[in-house]
């Protein structure tokens, strides 16, 4: 693989598939072996360069799994196609970083991760909240710098959550878990915006607020924003959820911020770009009351100059999906669309329903392909399988 130190694994096998990274746990290598893959994992912390990609897929690669700091382009997808590359699959629920388009021009399946992120990163989002309502970095830092010295009536005072207004912005897979956890768990009054809503939502909190009343509690409100202004007006923590595209690209910038409460909390958990981190920097500074806890960042790895200095600033290297589970079951649905390309085998009609993958009797098909569709590919799902016993989901 050029200059590039990699591991081998399964060396006889007749195809070969590039992995950009080192992978946790081993059901992934499994499905690779299964299907006769030679897989050559590249062993450098560094993210990879344009030319360091293509130098690594070489003359002959059928197969490869990338990450989303990598720039998957046209060029990139007509180096891999003419190495006979015929399945790729990102390691991540996202794929802003692939040129979709270019991949579906060259015949290539696009594969990613969804599904098994979805409580990790919410669970994620909502020790971000806490720890920016409550200010436990800076009450981390002053401990271990030595300057307590003794309990105070006015040291380090947070912002109380229970029963406060909660705002999320883009209520897909995450954004739903993240407003159940943060509603059923503290009675905040859920505020969001989707433009296309989510009547699944709805309706559960509805129940949710049955349950409520039948046990004497006061219900919670739930209500769709029509525009993102009002969001930001109304809720006291805002967190954001949406995908990163043309129309997101600094969705949150200083003219929404401005509009946000003086103590509100601003919780980033999904792509870094949607918020204006220079913007954030100056309206942090300028408004002391307001945090912010921040797990991704607009020029990643980079940060914004002044970003981390700031005491109501908690910020966090991406670690939304860093549990051992989900980051095991991410390798999985990779290596699995990788290898259930390679066999020919269809593409699964519902990429929400991936439990079935992790086990060790997944059904033939690969878990998620984002241009199955456009490719002309056969689909198949859970109703294909109606005779099939479902297998409990895998304990984190």
């Keep these: 693989m050029g200059g590039m130190a990699c591991r ?109 992120l979805t409580e990790t990163t919410a669970e994620l989002a909502v020790a971000l909240t806490f720890a920016a309502a409550r200010r436990i970095v800076e ?94 007006n109304k809720a006291d923590v805002v967190s954001v959820h949406t995908i990163l595209d043309d129309s997101t690209f600094h969705l949150i910038d200083a003219g929404r911020l401005a509009l946000m409460k003086p103590h509100a909390i601003l919780v980033n958990a999904a792509r870094g770009p949607l918020v204006d981190e220079r913007a954030l920097v100056e309206h942090a500074r300028t408004h002391p009351d307001f945090r912010a806890g921040l797990d991704v960042f607009e020029h990643e790895p980079d940060v914004e100059p002044g970003l981390l200095e700031l005491p109501n600033i908690v910020a966090i290297p991406h670690l939304g999906s860093a549990t051992g589970w989900t980051r095991e079951g991410m390798a999985t649905l990779a290596a699995t669309n990788v290898a259930a390309v390679l066999q020919g085998w269809p593409a699964w009609s519902d990429p929400d329903d991936i439990d079935l993958f992790l086990s060790e009797a997944p059904p033939a098909a690969a878990p998620s392909i984002v241009n199955a569709t456009e490719l002309g590919l056969p689909t198949v799902g859970p109703e294909d399988r109606a005779g099939d016993s479902r297998p409990a989901r895998r304990s984190p």
């Excluded at 694994?9 to 746990?25: A, F, I, M, Y």
């Excluded at 006769?36 to 690669?61: N, Y």
């Excluded at 891999?80 to 590359?85: E, L």
């Design 8 to 116: 081998i694994l399964n060396p006889h096998g007749s195809r070969r598939v590039l992995v950009t990274k080192e992978l946790p746990g081993e059901l992934w290598l499994e499905r690779l072996a299964a299907t006769d893959c030679r897989v050559e994992v590249c062993q450098t912390s560094a993210i990879l360069s344009h030319d360091d990609l293509i130098d690594a897929i070489g003359e002959s690669c059928q197969g490869a799994i990338g990450q989303l700091t990598e720039p998957w382009d046209e060029q990139l997808f007509d180096a891999f196609a003419r190495a006979g590359g015929a399945a790729y699959s990102n390691y991540a629920v996202g794929y802003n970083n692939v040129d979709v388009a270019a991949a579906t021009a060259r015949g290539i399946p696009v594969g990613n991760t969804p599904g098994v």
């Design 139 to 232: 009450g981390s830092r002053f401990l271990t710098a030595g300057e307590y010295h003794a309990w105070l009536p006015t040291l380090f005072q947070g912002e109380l959550l229970w029963r406060r207004t909660l705002g999320v912005i883009g209520a897909g897979r995450i954004g739903s878990a993240y407003a159940r956890m943060m509603v059923e768990g503290h009675r905040m009054d859920l505020v969001y915006y989707d433009p296309h809503g989510n009547d699944q939502l709805e309706a559960h909190l509805s129940a949710f607020n049955e349950f409520l009343m039948d046990q004497g509690e006061d219900p919670v409100g739930v209500h769709r924003a029509l525009t993102l202004d009002e969001v930001l």
